[in-house]
């Protein structure tokens, strides 16, 4: 084996670039040993096999290994996506200095949030539950095939199988596995000999459409079989592009298409539909790990808790995550056994009219859209008018010139602000949107692209179940969305908490489900005040920085002794306390700036950039950068975060060395500094007269019992 020592690990951030000291070779039997090496002997000390899968060379390796530039793709149970190993030059050591760095593709993640190497640092044989990625099947190996794989002629076609929405990730996380949400197109393949053809969801031949990756999949020379996956483009990030993958398509050249396979329904004569699974993945990997391809990859399952890959592939910008029973069989219709776990509400809607255009906008104003519901009527859904391109807006254009009508196609006609253009309703567009009013339209809606592979007629409003551990919903449209969380029950979930958006006591309970991860980084080891509103944001609010919590889970009391003379303090202790918080009605969480160890010394400083009245947007940005820019001078690194109103904060950690007052008082001088050399910018006295069409720099937040609203509120 060709070796390299990485002292540190490997990172799944393409920014860390970690050493590799290319070590002699190594027999073959090294790689299976786990046990002790004895003192003295090379190597000494305790060995485990950390890793195991298939190492895929990209491109010519005995090329790539004498250039010392040697790319090449992981498939094991913890190290994932395309690799590089590069040598440095002129170092003159012994033995060669090399780099192992991540290549930018969908598996990357922020060395700030996950550490491979702390998250799994023990021996791969004793992962639970973990796929042999190198155990598949040769061609033509039907003696290996479970027994519940029937032998069976090859269909001539094949509906796929839908994943339903959910309120929450699965109360027995154990029995799922969990896959990226991919940005792109359903796509089921067909392969019969020679005859390869390629279907979408609704069935549709796009094999003519797709004739470069219909090209490359014969090259794999794969059994014979149904092969379900998704089409993607990358971005230059390597993160799938709807937005790409659809121009891609409307300009005929699709050479970058990227096809991610899943399952296997059918496989050299037999039927796997009732195999497991996790079976059928096993025989699907097997299978592509005897090949190697940029254009057709296996799509890789994730060691971990489902919120963990839920807020990972939320940071990283993807659509979500998909959920599936390691003991499901495989079924032509929408069920439970797979489920989507969304970062944001997104979906297909009927485009039924248009808006005319206003000011120097062409092609037109907004999409009119709909859906349809139980009784097959279709129903007006609210508009979208944001995310277009300006050749998104005349190709649309000239799409929807071709099916005017005279009359609503709606059921009811809905009162729409601007001259409305009907059209048949025959076509789909994709919308991400912020969430639904109580009337049933979309709030913030953004237009993500048209959907061709999809039937409008077949378009409905998609809305989240409550996932049970052993009852299933197969109507996943008519159930009701009051619950967040397997483990949470909230009250009063429709209960409208703000009136001028309509937002839900369930959708905000949601929100902090689905943000926490990032939250918690703001909270851990953090005293914290919170805001409540019985009665919603229009009401009387409350500002608690105490509290019983016996009945607040996930949040704890702080040693009274921390503050002597005070009742003790509070602490968001986990994810689950954001839950029960907001459950408690709170709406706001609010931080000192400092620590659960000692009250002593903060370890923060706040500037509160306050916009007065007549300053726009732009200049409130331009401030920020003004203040940050003076505070390098002074070698204070700063990072930047939202206030919660219509300002910034500039927030500089601090070592906890000094006192609150000194603190405050250079934080002071530093105001006084920023207003007198910048006095048409800033001012250091608060009041609106004071203010206008200036910033007010607050400092006053870095005070004993001041707080600050955090990150994600």
């Given at each position: ?23 002699e ?34 491109g010519?390796?005995?090329?790539g ?13 913890k190290?994932?996506g ?23 593709d969908a ?19 004793s992962?639970?539950?973990k ?21 069976a002629?090859l ?28 940005d792109?197109?359903r796509m089921?393949?067909?392969?019969d ?17 797709l ?21 993607v ?7 799938p592009?709807f ?13 970058d298409?990227?096809l991610?396979?899943f399952?296997l ?14 079976a059928?993945?096993r ?6 790990a ?7 990859r ?5 060691q971990?808790?489902p ?18 029973r ?9 069920s439970t ?5 969304k ?6 809607f ?12 062409s ?17 007006f ?6 995310g ?27 009162k729409?602000e ?13 919308v991400s949107?912020?969430g ?7 709030r913030?809606g953004?237009?993500?692209g ?7 007629s077949?378009i ?25 969380s397997?483990?949470?029950?909230v ?6 908490i703000?009136?001028?958006?309509g937002?839900t ?9 689905l ?5 918690m980084?703001?909270l851990n080891g953090?005293?914290?005040s919170l805001?409540?509103a019985?009665t919603?944001?229009g ?5 608690q ?7 607040l ?13 005070h ?5 968001v ?6 839950l029960?918080?907001?459950?408690w009605?709170v709406i ?10 000692s ?7 706040v500037?509160?950039?306050?916009p ?5 947007w ?53 105001v ?21 069409g ?5 400092y ?10 955090c990150?994600?509120?």
């Amino acid at each position: 084996m060709k070796s390299w020592a990485v002292p540190k690990g490997p990172s799944f951030d393409p920014k860390i670039k970690r050493m590799a000291v290319h070590v002699e070779d190594h027999p073959m039997s090294y790689a299976n040993f786990e046990g002790t090496i004895p003192p003295k002997q090379y190597g000494a000390g305790k060995v485990i096999v950390w890793d195991q899968g298939i190492w895929a060379p990209l491109g010519d390796p005995h090329q790539g290994y004498r250039d010392g530039n040697l790319k090449f793709e992981l498939r094991g149970h913890k190290l994932h996506g395309k690799w590089a190993l590069i040598r440095m030059k002129g170092q003159g050591e012994k033995q060669e200095p090399w780099l192992l760095i991540k290549e930018r593709d969908a598996f990357v993640r922020s060395s700030a949030t996950y550490s491979v190497v702390d998250e799994l640092p023990d021996s791969v044989k004793s992962l639970a539950h973990k796929p042999t990625p190198s155990a598949g099947l040769a061609p033509g190996a039907h003696s290996e095939l479970p027994s519940t794989a029937k032998p069976a002629p090859l269909p001539a076609s094949l509906a796929p199988q839908l994943a339903t929405l959910v309120t929450g990730a699965p109360i027995d996380p154990e029995a799922w596995l969990y896959e990226i949400k991919f940005d792109g197109y359903r796509m089921l393949t067909r392969i019969d000999a020679s005859d390869i053809r390629l279907f979408t969801r609704n069935g549709h031949d796009w094999s003519s459409k797709l004739q470069p990756l219909r090209r490359a999949i014969a090259r794999l020379k794969l059994p014979p079989g149904w092969y379900d996956g998704e089409i993607v483009v990358t971005n230059d990030d390597g993160m799938p592009d709807f937005g790409a993958l659809q121009q891609s398509f409307e300009s005929g050249q699709t050479n970058d298409v990227v096809l991610y396979l899943f399952d296997l329904p059918y496989f050299n004569g037999h039927d796997l539909r009732r195999v497991p699974l996790e079976a059928r993945r096993r025989i699907l990997a097997g299978v592509l790990a005897q090949t190697v391809s940029d254009k057709v990859r296996f799509s890789e399952v994730f060691q971990a808790s489902p919120q963990s890959v839920l807020n990972s592939a939320c940071k990283l910008g993807l659509e979500g995550v998909i959920a599936k029973r390691r003991d499901a069989s495989y079924q032509s219709s929408r069920s439970t056994d797979w489920i989507k776990l969304k970062c944001s509400q997104r979906q297909e809607f009927v485009v039924a009219g248009y808006t005319s255009p206003q000011g120097a906008r062409s092609g037109f104003g907004s999409l009119l859209l709909g859906v349809y519901d139980d009784t097959g009527s279709l129903q007006f859904a609210g508009h979208v008018g944001s995310g277009f391109t300006r050749s998104a807006l005349d190709d649309i254009k000239k799409l929807l010139d071709g099916l005017e009508r005279k009359s609503s196609p709606f059921a009811a006609n809905p009162k729409i602000e601007g001259r409305p253009h009907w059209v048949e309703p025959t076509s789909a567009a994709e919308v991400s949107f912020s969430g639904w009013t109580r009337n049933g339209r979309i709030r913030h809606g953004v237009f993500r692209g048209m959907r061709t592979d999809k039937e409008a007629s077949t378009i409905v409003r998609e809305t989240a179940v409550q996932l049970k551990p052993s009852e299933p919903a197969p109507n996943a449209h008519k159930a009701p969305a009051h619950a967040s969380s397997t483990r949470l029950r909230v009250t009063n979930p429709d209960r409208v908490i703000d009136a001028s958006s309509g937002i839900t006591k369930i959708e905000l309970v949601n929100y902090y489900r689905l943000i926490g991860g990032l939250m918690m980084g703001h909270l851990n080891g953090r005293p914290v005040s919170l805001v409540r509103a019985p009665t919603g944001v229009g009401g009387e609010l409350f500002f608690q920085k105490h509290t019983q919590t016996d009945k607040l889970p996930g949040i704890r009391q702080l040693d009274p002794a921390l503050h002597i003379g005070h009742p003790a303090m509070i602490e968001v202790a986990s994810q689950q306390g954001l839950l029960s918080a907001a459950q408690w009605n709170v709406i706001e969480f609010h931080t000192r700036n400092t620590g659960t160890k000692s009250f002593a010394h903060p370890d923060r400083m706040v500037f509160d950039l306050d916009p007065g009245e007549g300053v726009d947007w732009v200049q409130v940005q331009e401030a920020a950068q003004l203040v940050q820019s003076f505070l390098d001078q002074l070698s204070l690194p700063s990072f930047l975060k939202t206030s919660g109103g219509k300002g910034l904060h500039v927030v500089v950690p601090l070592r906890k060395v000094h006192g609150w007052d000194t603190v405050k008082d250079f934080s002071h001088a530093i105001v006084r500094h920023m207003a007198k050399t910048i006095p048409q910018r800033f001012v250091a006295k608060s009041g609106p007269t004071n203010r206008i069409g200036k910033i007010f720099i607050d400092y006053l937040r870095n005070g004993l019992g001041s707080t600050t609203v955090c990150a994600w509120s």
